[in-house]
């Protein structure tokens, strides 16, 4: 069964409590008495140095809170110590377990210092000692020192009893804690498995803190996702509309193909048949080849270099003389020169086949082309069209002119704007009073004009 975070965070920070407690019982009961009797013997010959550099008791009574005491070395062994016993009464300080023995006298005839510690039994107290010579006389300076280990045992009881209020704290206060930091991961856990449906939704959380920035990128990837997601929905649709397009397309020629076909073989063949057929085919090759090029819009693989774009646009104009008949095609500029720095190949398709698609579908005999200097050209004809809101779409072809001989294949228009869109352009369209106006935005190359 998996475990949840909250109660993961209790556990693991209750053991840590219970491990630092551990430890410091341990160390109340085996260490630290050690510790505490190896400061006060510390603290003592501090004293006695300060004793021989001084010589002033009193003063290094208060001091160091010992008691120090003087007593002759001569007679026997027994006067001796009843006078430090004596000494020691006087100063309030009574011992059921003290002895200077003959070892130490020997030692401090040496002139060695000699400290010793008296355990005092039942009175739960030690008594610890340096003794040293001065002169003929027995130098003691002592200090009192409680049973340490008692003392620990009730901090150890106190400390235990401290432990099981401290861990009830701890499950109290962690739980309010975990709570209040698993609310924001379950939320986001949420919206994570409501992405994962595709149902994108944003997370609402406000810590402060990196829970707040995280939910901030998973709602920022939920917005991408979602924009992704409606990109590919129409792109799918795009692609489904474009196979329709495409069979579309297709099926005519092959029908009258394969019925042409069949006339010749039959033998009906009048002499014309072979030339619808071969009509056919040239309409199908123009399909592909249109198709195949605006597959390749996506590609940018042409070299961009700087050109003119008015100059551009008459070599294609002068180009159109020998097919336009009685349609006259004009241009208009408010500038002489437009400098792009762009794919020049990809520009002349586009403005190639918005004239050529000028000149096959108008109603009149003008098509009007101007360019201003902001770089938007336009280029207008009279139509008999009544709806454009599909014209860009692939394999549109307006009813008006799907009888006619010159009719495309509905592939241009849609090319035109993907290699606009390509080269940062936008391409729009407009129908006003029986005038169809196609309008591209060209960018403007300031550091070329």
């Known amino acids: 069964m998996k475990q949840k975070i909250g109660t993961k965070l209790t556990i693991y920070i209750t053991l840590v409590v219970i491990l630092t407690f551990s430890i410091s019982l341990i160390v109340s009961q085996f260490f630290l008495p050690k510790y505490y009797l190896y400061q006060l013997n510390k603290k003592v010959s501090h004293a006695f140095d300060t004793y021989q550099t001084l010589e002033d008791i009193s003063l290094v009574e208060r001091q160091f809170d010992v008691t120090i005491i003087k007593v002759p070395l001569e007679g026997s062994i ?82 235990l009893v401290f432990l099981i209020v401290s861990i009830l704290v701890i499950i109290i206060v962690t739980a309010l804690l975990s709570r209040k930091l698993t609310n924001p991961l379950n939320e986001l856990q949420q919206v994570a498995k409501e992405i994962g449906n595709l149902n994108f939704q944003q997370a609402s959380i406000q810590t402060g803190d990196e829970m707040e920035q995280l939910a901030k990128s998973i709602n920022k990837m939920s917005q991408a996702l979602e924009s992704a997601q409606q990109l590919l929905t129409q792109r799918n649709l795009d692609l489904k509309q474009f196979m329709i397009g495409l069979t579309h397309e297709l099926k005519t020629p092959l029908a009258l193909i394969k019925v042409y076909a069949s006339g010749v073989e039959d033998g009906m063949d009048d002499g014309t048949y072979l030339t619808v057929i071969h009509k056919q085919i040239d309409r199908m090759d123009k399909i592909i080849s249109d198709m195949l090029y605006f597959a390749k819009t996506e590609e940018n693989d042409s070299k961009t270099i700087s050109f003119d774009l008015i100059l551009l646009v008459k070599e294609i104009i002068h180009s159109y003389q020998p097919i336009q ?67 860009w779409q692939p394999f549109y072809v307006g009813e008006s002119s799907r009888d006619k001989h010159f009719s495309g294949t509905g592939l241009g228009l849609a090319t035109v704007k993907s290699l606009a869109e390509q ?14 106006t196609f309008i591209i935005h060209f960018l403007k190359d300031k550091a070329l004009l």
């Open 78 to 159: 027994n006067d001796l110590n009843e006078n430090l016993k004596l000494q020691l009464a006087r100063d309030h300080i009574a011992l059921n377990k003290f002895w200077v023995s003959d070892e130490v006298l020997q030692d401090i005839a040496e002139d060695k210092i000699v400290g010793k510690l008296y355990d005092q039994g039942k009175q739960k107290s030690s008594f610890i000692v340096h003794y040293a010579k001065e002169g003929n006389q027995l130098i003691m300076i002592g200090a009192s020192m409680a049973h340490f280990t008692d003392i620990a045992y009730f901090i150890n009881r106190f400390n």
């Open 325 to 391: 008949g009685d349609k006259q095609i004009y241009l208009q500029s408010e500038v002489c020169e437009f400098m792009l720095n762009t794919e020049q190949e990809k520009v002349h398709f586009i403005i190639e086949n918005l004239i050529s698609n000028a000149t096959k579908y108008t109603s009149g005999n003008e098509i009007l082309i101007s360019l201003n200097q902001h770089g938007v050209m336009e280029i207008s004809n009279d139509t008999t069209l009544l709806d454009i809101t599909k014209i």
């Open 423 to 436: 080269l940062g352009y936008t391409a729009e369209s407009t129908l006003i009073d029986g005038k169809i």
